[in-house]
């Protein structure tokens, strides 16, 4: 009895935790300003089309959907993915209660350490790719773990759907297929399914959902497949100490997003589960080996021959990562009490920073120099707008000027968001990723505000090829804790009769 109310305690502190925090989200949502990727999505939503050159669709779908019902507001754009964060919660504990029908309470505990972690904060409130992508990896996740509990066939079609939406959600879902085929490879009890035809029909259902991604990059010269493979996994020549040095700020980056204490008990703990899949045949604990570190390696091995992996790509990996690690904790070290009370700090110190990050979000009072926080990039793009659309009113011909150019998509993006979206807005160095804007011939001889990163007035020189003259308005420095950041100044000009070419800039 008495170990029923502890457990009882626990449930209710965990859903109380669990509350607390995404009510905080919530009113977050609402009052942050977009950062320069969401504003880029943001913008997709405004054109949709069946892929573009960065991603797949399907978070500009979302953010369309929901702008739809609520309008072009912060809150409504990263509402749909704060909605999918709280149903990827209930595969999470459903997937728990699966694999360990005995111990229910490992389903609370992760539910708990998912929620408090950097990771799953920036996902609920910032809108990526990574938002969608990872509701329906838990989807596919539980799917996959109703096959290997139940034997039932019928979950590999609904996980077949999950694959494919996840696939229209971001490219990296395409690696749960790999992890999947190597548990069935080296699993005894499992490896019958390599001969049944339910695993191939459901990646047959998956390249049907994904399909007019591939019929779009095929239309345009695979232009999306050939970003993403130059962006992760492009090959350098590199010597040993740069790969040495790439790998540390790869394990860096992860102990960043996770806060080094959890981040070292995940790797004992997960380790420790590997050896435990083999000595003692835990089949359980294989198939959450396979779905984790295999991810782990691949980012690992990317980030050596090439780009250094960002933070948030090996993220799909800490679901059965951390179910695993959670439950060998339990098992082997929980009555140790230099483990229980590393553990302790490891999560008293990811809550305290959690918390810390939030309130700076929205009031920002952290000691962290201004040029170097990362959260200034949710400041002054409401009083950039501002300025433009001043400008705008207050000029002569405005009703010529039809389009907002510059040499980072990004930022075009917030300055199109935060004028109202009264503009189209071009990217002129890339031109290649606003394919989804078809023909722009109707924006010739229209004027255009420039926004360009501020390298002198000379900087606007490049523009002259594109239109008839340009008239410099003013410069803008954006201002976050009344401090000027270098990397966020810029040049607003007025370009006057655009001669129609789309050439990439020098």
Not at 203 to 216: D, K, Q
Not at 238 to 253: A, D, P, T, V
Not at 338 to 353: C, E, N, Q, R, T
Request: aromatic share 18%; net charge positive.
């Amino acid at each position: 009895m008495k170990n029923i109310l502890i457990d009882y305690r626990k449930e209710l502190f965990i859903i109380f935790t669990i509350l607390l925090f995404f009510i905080v989200r919530f009113l977050i949502i609402g009052r942050l300003q977009l950062a320069p990727d969401e504003a880029y999505y943001w913008y997709w939503s405004k054109h949709l089309d069946f892929s573009y050159a960065d991603h797949p669709p399907l978070v500009a779908y979302i953010m369309a959907a929901f702008t739809a019902i609520g309008g072009n507001t912060e809150f409504f754009v990263r509402l749909g993915g704060m909605i999918l964060c709280i149903l990827s919660l209930c595969f999470l504990y459903k997937s728990c209660v699966i694999l360990f029908p005995k111990d229910k309470s490992i389903a609370w505990e992760i539910l708990f350490l998912i929620n408090i972690t950097l990771l799953f904060s920036a996902g609920c409130i910032v809108q990526t790719p990574d938002t969608p992508l990872f509701f329906f990896w838990m989807a596919a996740f539980y799917c996959a773990s109703k096959v290997i509990s139940d034997g039932q066939a019928k979950y590999w079609y609904w996980g077949g759907v999950a694959l494919g939406f996840g696939l229209l959600s971001k490219y990296t879902m395409i690696l749960i297929i790999p992890c999947l085929f190597l548990f069935f490879l080296v699993s005894p009890r499992d490896r019958h399914w390599l001969k049944r035809k339910e695993p191939y029909l459901a990646i047959l259902i998956a390249l049907i959902i994904f399909s007019p991604v591939i019929y779009w990059n095929w239309q345009h010269n695979w232009v999306s497949f050939l970003y993403q493979l130059q962006h992760g996994l492009a090959p350098k020549k590199i010597q040993i100490f740069q790969i040495l040095s790439k790998l540390l700020e790869y394990l860096g980056g992860q102990a960043g997003i996770v806060t080094p204490l959890l981040f070292i008990s995940f790797v004992i703990y997960s380790i420790k589960g590997v050896f435990q899949s083999t000595i003692n045949n835990n089949r359980i604990y294989l198939f959450l080996v396979c779905l984790s570190w295999p991810i782990f390696i691949f980012f690992w091995f990317s980030s050596a021959l090439g780009k250094v992996a960002e933070a948030n790509w090996p993220a799909p990996a800490y679901i059965a990562g951390g179910i695993l690690s959670l439950d060998v904790f339990n098992r082997f070290y929980k009555n140790n009490v230099l483990h229980k009370y590393f553990v302790s700090a490891g999560i008293v110190l990811v809550v305290i920073i959690n918390i810390l990050i939030h309130i700076h979000l929205i009031f920002p009072f952290l000691p962290i120099p201004a040029k170097i926080d990362p959260t200034n990039q949710f400041h002054g793009w409401r009083e950039l707008g501002v300025v433009i659309n001043d400008y705008v009113k207050n000029t002569t011909n405005s009703e010529n000027i039809r389009f907002i150019a510059g040499d980072r998509g990004t930022i075009v993006a917030e300055a199109v968001f935060y004028t109202n979206n009264n503009f189209i807005g071009i990217d002129f160095k890339q031109p290649q990723r606003y394919i989804f804007l078809k023909d722009i011939g109707y924006l010739k001889e229209k004027d255009a505000i420039i926004i360009t990163r501020d390298s002198g007035i000379s900087s606007l020189k490049k523009y002259e090829d594109y239109f008839a003259s340009c008239e410099f308005i003013t410069a803008y420095d954006l201002l976050f804790r009344d401090e000027k950041i270098k990397s966020y100044r810029f040049l607003i000009a007025r370009g006057n009769t655009f001669r129609g070419n789309w050439s990439p800039l020098p």
